[in-house]
């Protein structure tokens, strides 16, 4: 069944450690996207990617960084993690530029991280 | 640049009755798309409805239907017939068409409304 997965869906971990946050999607989408959204807030777009090789800053300045080498494979690394770091990211994709005109998007489960 | 305001941070209902979630945006364009996603607690967020803005006719998806008015900039959600299922984070959500002035389409979302349905 197509979909779209993040790992871990929980982690606690201290400050200054290096983290990676996985997503993968079986949609065949080209452009997946992370957000960033605290407790009962909105979200904030912090990075994108129109397919393999490619990756774009979103609105919201984010000290993460992603990668895409693979079509379904969409990473996000903190490399020295922090209290302010402290979120739920989620990550999307979508089939944009569809035939549809419009970008509707389909979201992962999220990883909620807590920064010690 | 394009804003979404949803003004009421947390709403309650009873089961079985109808419930309006309110939304409005800013924008000088005239070409553009609205959706409202469902984000269940900790499960993933969906889709709930699609409105294109240059339809007149309201967007209806079973129990959910919105109310469109383009010169208002206001956008609502109508859940009729609410469930306990219906209990959720919903999101108004803006974006421009495909490649309108350089936009990529991207979504900007509002704050959010937390709606619990009661038994």
């Known amino acids: 069944e197509a979909d779209i997965y993040q790992t871990p869906r929980y982690l606690v971990i201290g400050t200054g450690k290096k983290i990676t946050l996985e997503c993968s999607q079986t949609?065949?989408?080209?452009?997946m996207y992370w957000y960033q959204q605290d407790p009962g807030m909105e979200l904030h777009l912090i990075h994108y990617?129109?397919?393999?090789?490619?990756?774009e800053k979103g609105d919201l300045s984010s000290e993460s960084t992603v990668s895409r080498i693979r079509t379904e494979h969409f990473p996000l690394t903190l490399e020295s993690a922090r209290p302010s770091h402290t979120s739920q990211y989620l990550c999307?994709?979508?089939?944009?530029?569809?035939?549809?005109?419009?970008?509707?998007?389909?979201f992962g489960p999220g990883t909620r991280l807590t920064v010690l | 640049a394009q804003t979404v305001t949803q003004s009421q941070p947390e709403m309650s209902v009873q089961e079985a009755e109808t419930v309006t979630l309110s939304c409005t945006y800013d924008?000088?364009?005239?070409?553009?798309?609205l959706f409202w996603y469902k984000q269940p607690p900790s499960r993933q967020m969906i889709l709930v409805i699609r409105?294109?803005?240059?339809?007149?006719q309201n967007a209806t998806e079973n129990r959910f239907s919105v109310n469109f008015q383009k010169a208002a900039k206001s956008f609502s959600l109508k859940i009729s017939d609410s469930q306990l299922g219906d209990t959720a984070m919903y999101f108004c959500?803006?974006?421009?068409?495909?490649?309108?002035?350089?936009?990529?389409?991207?979504?900007?979302f509002g704050k959010g409304t937390k709606l619990s349905v009661k038994p």
């Open positions: 999307a994709s979508s089939d944009w530029p569809s035939g549809q005109g419009y970008n509707e998007q389909f």
């Open positions: 949609m065949g989408h080209d452009k």
């Open positions: 990617s129109y397919g393999v090789n490619s990756t």
């Open positions: 924008t000088s364009e005239s070409n553009y798309y």
């Open positions: 409105q294109e803005a240059y339809k007149q």
């Open positions: 959500a803006f974006s421009y068409v495909m490649n309108y002035g350089g936009s990529q389409g991207n979504l900007i």
